[in-house]
């Protein structure tokens, strides 16, 4: 039995930042899925595109926040004592991502009709791997 910890936490320590970052992006993903059907589901109307687009940003609101603080101390563990410019920076980087969730959902929902539930969740997915990317490549770069 201790063998098989000792081997998981070899292979943890080993994929920690990428581990860590599935496990924020699963945490991240619940908040921002539950802020969306909040609004869709009490008064917002996902039929209409523009009231899909507000449901959409500010699920996008509330997650990115989280997402920050998570990243920021849990996944990518930052010390830096620039906390406002690393925010921008993490703040610009998840616009790029909400512009291609906002277009997906455009595209999935209003032309395609595909259940806009069905729909938030393939974004999802796309968008959490490009918001690792952007992370890891502009906002919390070892230097």
């Known amino acids: 039995m201790k063998s098989l910890y000792n081997k998981l936490f070899k292979y943890y320590r080993k994929y920690e930042e990428i581990i860590n970052y599935l496990i924020a992006g699963v945490l991240t993903t619940i908040v921002s899925l539950c802020v969306y059907y909040l609004c869709v589901l009490t008064f917002l109307n996902p039929n209409n595109a523009a009231e899909l687009q507000i449901a959409n940003i500010l699920s996008w609101i509330c997650a990115v926040t989280f997402a ?41 929902v209003s032309v395609l009709h595909i259940n806009d539930k069905i729909a938030k969740l393939i974004v999802q997915v796309i968008v959490t791997i490009a918001n690792y990317i952007l992370s890891k490549l502009f906002v919390f770069k070892k230097l």
């Not at 406002?84 to 997906?104: H, Q, V």
């Open 68 to 108: 920050y603080v998570i990243n920021r101390k849990f996944v990518f563990k930052s010390k830096t004592n620039k906390k406002i410019k690393e925010a921008t920076s993490f703040y610009t980087s998840r616009i790029t991502t909400l512009l291609m969730d906002m277009l997906t959902m455009f595209i999935l």
